[in-house]
C-alpha cells in the first residue's frame, strides 16, 4: 500500500531517486559522501549547492554573483596583460580601492553565510556521529581560506591604501624629460651631534619611461661647488655655484635652504629637499623631477620588516658603535664589531652599518655599499615578502620615507619599477675613481662639462638604443660607467688568515695603513 502524498511534496520515488536534495532514505555513505560534495560545490562554484539541494531562488542569485565576479577577476587578468600600468593605477586610486575594499568584505561576508547554509542543507543530525566532526572541520578550513582571504586581501588593500594616502602626495602627474623619469633618492639623518638634517646618501635614479632601463648616478656627500641654473631659486643666492669651501658641501646644503632660505620655495613641504633636488640637477645636467627621502634613523625598521637583505659581501666592514661626538671616531675606538666578507643575511642594524660605515674605507667604496644594499632590497622585495609581511613594510614605510611624488601617478611608477627588474642597472659616480683617481680632489674642483657628456653617455647606453650602444660601449666600459663598475684597489696581501681578532687588534695598535690596505675591497659588494 503506497503513502498518501500532499500537493507541493515530493513522492516517495522522488525521494528513493534524488538522494542528493532529499537525503533521509539515503544509505549512511551516500549522506557522507552527500555533505563533502555540497561543499566541494560551495568552494568552487557558489550557489551550485543551493541548486542541487537547497533554496534554488538562493542559489541563482549566488550564481549571479558568482559568475560576476568571475567577469571580474577575467577583467583583471586581461587588463594585467594588456595594460599593467592602468590596472597598478586602478589598485592605488583611493576611491576605487575603497570601492574594491568594500566588494571584497561583502563577498567575504556572503560566501561564509552561503557555507553556513551549506551546513543546514547538509543536515549533520543524519550523518554518522564519527563524520561529523570531519564535516564540520573541513567547513571551517573551506570558510577560512575563501572568506578569510577575502577579507584578508581587503586588509591588506586598505593598509596599502593608508599607507600610500600618508606618504604620497596630491598633485598633478609630470611628464618624463628626454624619455625618462629622474627621480633624487637620499638618505638623511639628523643625529644629536648636527645641525639639522643632513642627507648623507644621494643619488638620482634615472628611468627610461618605455623599457624600465635604470642607471644610478651617485654624488659624493662632499661634494663641492654644485652649479644651479638660471631658473633655481638658488641662483638668487650662489649664482656662482654652492662654492664657499668645505662649508658647502652638498649635503649641507638641505639644513642651509630649509633654516636660512626656505622662502625661495614657498610653495614647498621640504624647501630643503627642493634645494638639493636643483643641486642635482645642475650637476649631472638632467632635470630631477621629484624626490624620495629615507630616514635613515628608520631604516633599520624597514630591513627588519623585509626579514633581512642577503648580500655577497666583499671585505670587512667595521661597526663603530661608540663614538666622540665632533671627532673621528677610529681614532679612540676600535670598531665594537665587524662585518664579514661572504654571503651573509644582514638584519636592519648591520645592513645600516654596512651602507653607512667609512673608517678605513674611501667614500667610494662606501657609495659602492649603499648602492648593492638599494639593489639587494628592491631584489629581494618579492611578492611573498610584500604579502606575507605588507603590514610591517607599510608600517616602517610611513614613519621613514618622504616624497613628494603624486599619489595619482603612483601606478606608472610601480609599472616602471616592475620593468625595471629585467634590466641591469647602470652606474656612475660623480668622484673618484669614475671621474679622477682615489686621492684625487675632483669632487672639490669638478669638471662639471665633463660630468655632463658622461652622464649622456651612460644614459645612452642603458636606453637600449643599438647605434648608441655599439659606439659608445668601449668608451663607456673604458670610464667605468655601466654594470661592468671598476675594481677597487686590491688588498695588500697579508701573510696568514685576516680575522676579526687580528683587525681589531691593528686598531687597538692604531695601524691605520694596514687596515685601509685591507679594507680596500670593502666596496665589492653584490645582491645574493
Known sequence: MSRAVHPGQPSERTMLTDPVRYPESAQSGVRTKRAFLLLFLTLLIPGSAQIV??????GRRALRITFAAWLLVIAGVVLALLNRQLLVSLLTNQWFSLLLIAVLVALAVGWALLFLNTLRIIRPPLLDRGMRPAVAASLALLM??????LGYAAYLLNVGRNTFGSIFQAGPAFDPV??????LLMGGDAGEDRLGRRPDSISVISVDAASGATVTFSIPRDFQNAPFSEDSPLWQVWPDGYNCGNDCIINSLYPVVSQDHADLYPESQDPGAEAMMDAASGILGIEVQAYILVDMAGFEQLIDAMGGITIDAGGWVP???EEIPGSDPKRYFPPSEWIAPGVQ??????????ARSREYATDYSR???QQCVQAAMIAQLDPATVLTRFQEIAAAGTQIVETDLPRDQLGSFVDLAIKAKNHDVGRLTIGAPDFGEPGELFSTYPDIPL????VQETLAAATGDAEAAAAGVQEVDRA????????VLPAQTVTGEITEEYLHQLAVNQDWSTLESLLADNGECSPA
Open 53 to 58: 539541494a537547497g533554496d534554488r531562488k538562493l
Open 144 to 149: 577560512l581560506v575563501t572568506s578569510g582571504g
Open 178 to 183: 628626454d624619455g625618462r623619469y629622474n627621480f
Open 319 to 321: 661597526i663603530t658603535s
Open 345 to 354: 643575511t644582514l638584519d636592519g642594524y648591520h645592513a645600516l652599518w654596512y
Open 367 to 369: 657609495i659602492r655599499r
Open 451 to 454: 660630468v655632463h657628456e658622461r
Open 480 to 487: 667605468g660607467v655601466i654594470e661592468a663598475l671598476p675594481t
